[in-house]
Structure formats: C-alpha cells, structure tokens
C-alpha cells in the first residue's frame, strides 16, 4: 500500500538541491547528504533507514505488533498513482481520491489555482497577513526590515532598539515575565512568619536565633494562626479634617472670660484621637501665646482634669508618669507597674525607658529597684527591659520542654524554682507561652494560673499572675482590671483613667465585649453608675458607646 506524495519525487517535496534537507554539497557538508546513506552518520549497514536484517525486525503478520493475520485492511487508496508531493499536482491527486470515494466531487476552491504552493500566502491586507512594515511571523529582525518599537522592559529582540532583557546577553528568555505584573507565587513557599521573620519549614535545619540570648526556633516550628484581623478595635479615631489651630481656638472659647464651657472641651478632646489632641499644646501657644496644660489647669478640677491632663499626653509619656506616680512617695502600686510592663509592646517599653529617665532624671530599672525587693523585683526588672521575643511562630517542641521545665520548677518539687518562671515568663514570645500554658495543662491537668497560686505567694504571686493573664488574653485581663476599678465601696479612678485612655485607641471594643459577656452589664452602663458629672461623660466618650 501507498501514500500519496511519499516517498518524495524528483520535483516534490521535500526541496532538493540546495533545500533542506541539505543535499551533497550543501550546507552542513555531509557524506551522501541527508538522510545519511552508507559510511555516513549514524554508521550502520546499507545507510538509514535500516534494511532488513537490521534493528529492528518486522514482526510477522498475526504475531503481537504485526497487525492482523492478511495485512491492515485497504481504505481504498491502493490504486492511486504516486506523482510525489507537488502543490501542481493537487487537482489530479483530488480527482483520483473522488473516483475511489464514490465520485465526490472536490470544491476547486480548495486548492490554490496560482502557483506558490500550498497554503497560499495571505495577502496584503487580508485576514492573517501581517500588519504593513512588520515583521513576518516566527522570524527575527530582517536586515531593513522595520520592527515596531518595544513598548516595555524587556520586549525587544536582541540588537535592537529598546530595553534589552536584563541579564540576557543574547536571545530573550523563552518565557520572560510580564512587565508590570507580579512574580508567580513559589509553588512551595515557606510560611510567613506573622511580625517579620519567615516561619522555619518544618524538618529543616534550625537557624541561628536572631536574638542569642533565645533559643533559636528551628525544626518542628509550627505557624500559629493570629487573631482575626477585624480592623481598627479603639473606640476614638482620627477625626476628619481636624484643624489645630482652629481647635485651639474652640478651647480658647472655652475657657475665656467667666466660667468655663466644659461642654466643649468634652465634645471637642472626646472626638479627637491622640495624635490629634498632642499638637493642640503647640498650636495653642502659637496662636494666643499661653500654655494649655496651665490653662486647663486653672479652669478644671478633681478628677476631670487629671482625665483631661492624661489625653493631652503622648501613650509613652503617659505611662512613664503613671509608673513614676506608683513608684515615688509611700507605698506602691505594684499593680500598676506589672500592668503596663506586662502589656505593652518592646518598642513601647523602650520609648518608656527613653522618657522617663529624661522627665525623672533617673532610669526605670534603678527606681525599681530601689523601691521593690526579691523575686518580684526581678519580675519586674525583666519586663522593663523590652526584650521579649516577638516572633509569632511557635516551636511545639520547645512548647512541651518550657512546659515541663515549668512543672518541674513548681508542682513537682518541694520548693519553688522562682527563676524559671521568670526566665520564661518574661522572654518567650506571647504566642509561645500561649502554647506553653496549653501544654502545661495537657500535662498536669491543672491550669498555670492555679499552679502559680499555690506555689507563690504575695506581690510576686499577683505579678506572676497578672503576666500569664495579660498574655492568655488581654482584653480579658483589662476587662476585669476596670470591673475591679469600679467594684465595691468607691472607685479607683487612677487606675479607670489610664486603662480608659491607654486602650481607647487600642482594643477598646474587644474589652467592651469581654465585659459585658463576663459581668453581665455593659462597661458604659457601670461607667454610667460609678461616676457623675462631665467626668463621666469623657469616659463615656472614650468608652464609645453601650453593648
């Protein structure tokens, strides 16, 4: 059996002298030319195709491979002559397979009528032709040719006008990426580390801890998943298109000739954030050439103006006053220091530090330390220093060894290995103890904060406390630190204005939840019972509103 226009003619395709495949005499200069005849490459008997008696051998007919006992059957095509591949020769080749199909008859239209071959070109202008002055397709640059301009990095051909392929000193990559559009994600990536650095894969090789004085956390590190983001959870932002100046000159109002109208300091101060109300001192002094703090000062009392006094505060000096307030004259408020040294972040604390030494001419640490003693000074000292590990990942591994080193320090023996708790309590990571406080329960069936309270005993009792409370769940610990403000015969109104103040911009919202769902009453409402006056309605203000 035959195949039209195989095996090529004299005249056919494929092109003969000169064409390719190169014939003798061509280029690349070849023995016999192509395909390689006897002594050419590959060297074999009688040249290629192999002849018979080579590799391999025709399996006979009936016998796997060999096809069916008789030959394949014929699909009418075995008395058609060969001409060879010609695009002249079309027509006949048409006519004889009509005559063996049952005489169909071929559209003339199908076949090129102009010599040329097959298929014919497109012509200028039609459809499939190139556009004018480009480039024929699949062909680089022609000499002369004119090749419209690359319009990005990275598009042009070697050579040519344009950017070349950064990198590339010759040919553009087969599949160059897009300008303007992102890199393909890694179709293995590690995960992200929640803060900064990139969670170890796990099984790897452990990494050198960033911080030494931690344990680096390498294999078995396992990605915690963060809080749900819900946005912005204060209760006071940005006010749109507050004006200084034009504010100053509200709180000028305010205050000028008899009375005061504390009306509008509250609605004013109530409605901006604290970005907004600390230049208020500067834009104040510029414009009527008065202190505000003084101001303020002479115009209110009680406990509406140390509210007020604390807003116009930045957070850090805030809370440097607070600590220093706790710390100086008889007795102190150690209820206050652990909770501000044990919610804030590093780079709070540290701003911390900065200003109070420069408001108090003295450190934080050395007024800790001359006015606490024993293990809850070195409880404290720790937490002063801002130099907790903050990775958000958490090595389970290490989970269950902190866990155990834990136990081992307290229920399992007869005394108290005080410095343990405060090794790990004060440098792992939130996320970590988090893992830690799990493990710890998974193993003794008792939950830290019980085993603290059996093993400790007085103000390192409560800080040790207060630390694993303020980690396990910050709005909590702040929803019962201001239920406890407010509970009982009078208020401790130092400690409801700096948690109303500090959080306000903070987790407002999410204390306002945990409040009403663990005490039953709303914070607003108690507010609303506990305090009077335009005291109580600033509170109200920073509380933002009842659940």
């Known amino acids: 059996m035959s195949y039209p226009g195989y095996p090529p003619q004299a005249g056919g395709y494929p092109q003969q002298q000169g064409g390719y495949p190169p014939q003798p005499g061509a280029y690349p200069p070849q023995a016999g030319g192509y395909p390689p005849q006897a002594g050419g490459y590959p060297p074999q008997a009688g040249g290629y195709p192999p002849q018979a008696g080579s590799y391999p051998p025709v399996p006979p007919a009936g016998s796997w491979g060999g096809g069916p006992p008789g030959g394949y059957p014929s699909i009418g095509l075995g008395n058609i002559s060969n001409p060879g591949f ?92 897009m300008p303007g559009y992102p890199r393909a994600p890694s179709p293995n990536p590690s995960m992200p580390g929640y803060g900064g650095a990139p969670a170890p894969m796990p099984g790897y090789p452990k990494v050198p801890s960033p911080n030494p004085s931690m344990p680096g956390y390498g294999g078995g590190a396992m990605p915690i998943a963060p809080a749900i983001n819900r946005g912005f959870r204060g209760s006071i932002k940005d006010f749109p298109g507050a004006d200084p100046l034009r504010d100053s000159e509200v709180l000028r109002k305010a205050m000028k000739g008899f009375g005061t109208d504390e009306q509008a300091i509250i609605e004013l101060l109530g409605s901006r954030s604290n970005r907004q109300r600390v230049p208020l001192l500067r834009s104040y002094k510029t414009a009527y050439g008065k202190d505000l703090i003084k101001d303020l000062h002479s115009e209110l009392s009680g406990n509406f103006r140390k509210l007020v006094m604390a807003m116009l505060k930045t957070p850090a000096e805030f809370d440097a006053y607070e600590l220093y307030s706790a710390i100086k004259g008889a ?13 804030r972040s590093n780079a709070e604390i540290k701003a911390i530090n900065q200003i109070y030494k420069t408001e108090y001419k003295k450190s934080l640490e050395d007024s800790i330390s001359g006015d606490t003693s024993g293990h809850f000074r070195r409880l404290l000292i720790s937490l002063a220093q801002g130099n907790r590990d903050e990775r958000e990942t958490v090595d389970v591994s290490l989970a269950k060894q902190d866990a155990q080193s834990l136990y081992a320090a307290g229920e399992d023996k007869l005394g108290t290995d005080e410095s343990k708790f405060n090794a790990i309590l004060c440098a792992r990571s939130k996320p970590h103890l988090r893992a830690v406080f799990h493990e710890y329960q998974q193993m003794c069936g008792r939950d830290i904060e019980k085993s603290i309270g059996r093993e400790m005993s007085g103000d390192l009792e409560s800080g040790m406390l207060a630390v694993v409370r303020c980690i396990k769940n910050t709005p909590v610990y702040f929803a019962a630190r201001l239920n406890n403000a407010m509970r009982g015969a009078g208020t401790k109104d130092t400690a409801l204005i700096r948690i109303m103040v500090s959080r306000s911009e903070v987790d407002m919202l999410d204390i306002r939840q945990e409040y009403v769902k663990n005490y039953g009453k709303s914070l607003y409402t108690d507010i609303s019972g506990d305090t009077s006056g335009d005291y109580k309605k600033l509170l109200l203000k920073l509380c933002g509103g009842s659940d």
Request: with cysteine; glycine share 16%; net charge negative.
């Open 331 to 343: 007795g102190t408020d150690e209820a206050c220091l652990i909770e501000i040294l044990s919610s």
């Open 86 to 177: 010609n695009a002249a020769n079309l027509p006949a080749m048409a006519s004889q397979i009509s005559a063996s199909m049952g005489n169909f008859n071929p559209n003339p239209s199908m076949f090129p009528q102009a010599p040329g071959g097959y298929p014919p070109a497109p012509q200028a202008g039609g459809y499939g032709a190139p556009s004018p002055n480009q480039q024929p397709y699949g062909l680089y640059p022609q000499p002369g040719g004119n090749m419209p301009q690359p319009q990005g990095q990275g598009m042009g051909y070697p050579g040519q006008p344009g950017q070349p392929m950064p990198g590339y000193p010759r040919a553009p990559s087969p599949n160059p990426s």
